[in-house]
């Protein structure tokens, strides 16, 4: 997701979706390699969907530490303390992150993704549930533990390791 992007549009990961889809149509022609982290890999799968409807080249999927595939049916608070649970992360949003995270929680439910025909690669620290992507592909799914915590994995010294 865009940091640009309203709350409101993330109400529906499929319109969202398309209109990623045209920006990379315009301005990046050829494969493209998707790929989204925690809760924006339901997006990540809905624009990589989108992507090979519209005749696109997609190698995979990535996906980073991703929440399952059926979001919860919990509020942000709910969701900080269980990350803090699970990882030891303390989440502390500001109030525009707070309303993008509860949006996104809606339109993750919302969400009736379709299996694509794209590799799905699951990079796993903490949060990652593998096994429920495997419905949502024909190519399979390739799990690849990575060092660090949720958020940790993205930044030095583990980032390399979840870039290989």
């Known amino acids: 997701m865009l940091t640009t992007d309203p709350a409101r549009d993330l109400f529906d990961l499929e319109a969202l979706a398309r209109r990623y889809a045209d920006l990379l149509d315009r301005r990046l022609p050829g ?3 998707v790929a989204g982290f925690s809760g924006g890999s339901l997006l990540a799968h809905a624009l990589t969907a989108e992507l090979v409807a519209r005749g696109r080249e997609v190698p995979a999927c990535v996906l980073l530490d991703p929440v399952g595939v059926r979001a919860p ?3 942000v608070k709910a969701l ?3 990350l803090l649970a699970r990882t030891g ?3 502390r949003p500001d109030r525009a992150t707070q309303q993008r995270m509860a949006t996104m929680a809606v339109g993750a439910r919302r ?3 379709v299996p ?8 796993r620290s903490v949060l990652a549930r593998p096994e429920r992507w ?3 592909t024909a190519a399979g799914v390739t799990v690849v533990d990575v ?3 949720h958020e940790s994995m993205l930044h030095p010294p583990h980032a390399g390791g979840v870039g290989r």
């Open 31 to 33: 494969p493209v390699l």
């Open 73 to 75: 049916r919990r509020r």
């Open 80 to 82: 900080a303390y269980g």
């Open 89 to 91: 992360v303390r989440l």
């Open 111 to 113: 969400y009736r993704p």
């Open 116 to 123: 694509v025909p794209v590799p799905i690669v699951v990079a």
């Open 134 to 136: 495997g419905p949502l």
């Open 147 to 149: 060092p660090g915590g």
